[in-house]
């Protein structure tokens, strides 16, 4: 797997290929959409499996052109994943400073984190993998990447939800459970943060972000 960046941050221009950071699966490629053509695929994605597979309400859904996109896509960082030239997942990532988060910071209780927010938050959403790669290293590889681009961003707390059942998961990689949540569209859920440069809880529970963080942070350290 390649991940290619170019991102604007507080620090310039950066670009950066993630192999030089960490271990993947090799299988997919993933990158933050660039094209209007990339976006409609991840919206044509989204209908497939929140609408048609999963049935689940949302009233952005265009079931003329099976399409779903909502306002947060407007200043979105959307990452898609490829494999054999076929999108195959996707998330979408929103920094708190450029974004209309909408009712969001309230449902996700962003502001228990103090002067962090608004400009060192984010909020992560709509992770979405085709029905035949769930179980597969994709899931993995996409949160790796989010990790990555949080930690160039300059991102100490991400927030986002999860279904009750997957709690378990994402608890492993590093994310903390600070409340019960009932989406408007979704229903129940669990309200996620994850603590970005807390190395030491990284550390302590073995999380695979650990190693990128490390990783990022040695070769910064060395360039410099």
């Known amino acids: 797997m390649t991940i290619n960046f170019k991102l604007s941050s507080a620090e310039g221009d950066i670009q950066m290929e993630a192999d030089n950071y960490y271990q ?20 044509n994605l ?17 079931h003329k052109y099976k399409r779903l996109e909502d306002p947060l896509d407007d200043s979105a960082n959307i990452f898609v994943a490829y494999q054999n030239e076929q999108l195959v997942g996707t ?4 920094l708190a400073t450029n974004s209309n988060l909408e009712y ?14 608004p400009q060192y938050t984010s909020m992560s959403s709509k992770l979405i993998i085709k029905k035949e790669l769930r179980g597969s290293p994709l899931f ?16 100490k707390f991400d927030f986002g939800e999860c279904d009750i059942a997957l709690t378990y998961f994402y608890r492993k990689l590093g994310y903390q459970q600070i409340g019960r949540l009932y989406h408007p569209e979704y229903g129940e859920g669990e309200i996620l943060r994850l603590s970005v440069q807390n190395l030491n809880h990284l550390e302590r529970i073995n999380s695979p972000f650990q190693h990128i963080h490390k990783s ?9």
Request: aromatic share 14%; no cysteine.
């Open 24 to 43: 993947s699966s090799n299988l997919f490629k993933i990158k933050i959409a660039e094209t209007a053509d990339e976006k409609e695929q991840v919206f």
């Open 46 to 62: 989204r209908y497939q499996v929140y609408i048609e597979e999963q049935g689940r309400p949302s009233h952005y859904a265009d």
């Open 91 to 94: 998330l979408r990532n929103n």
């Open 104 to 117: 969001y910071p309230q449902l996700y209780q962003m502001d228990t984190v103090g002067n962090a927010y």
């Open 140 to 155: 993995l590889d996409l949160k790796l990447t989010l990790y990555q681009y949080l930690l160039i961003q300059g991102i």
């Open 216 to 224: 990022l942070f040695h070769l910064t350290n060395n360039e410099a």
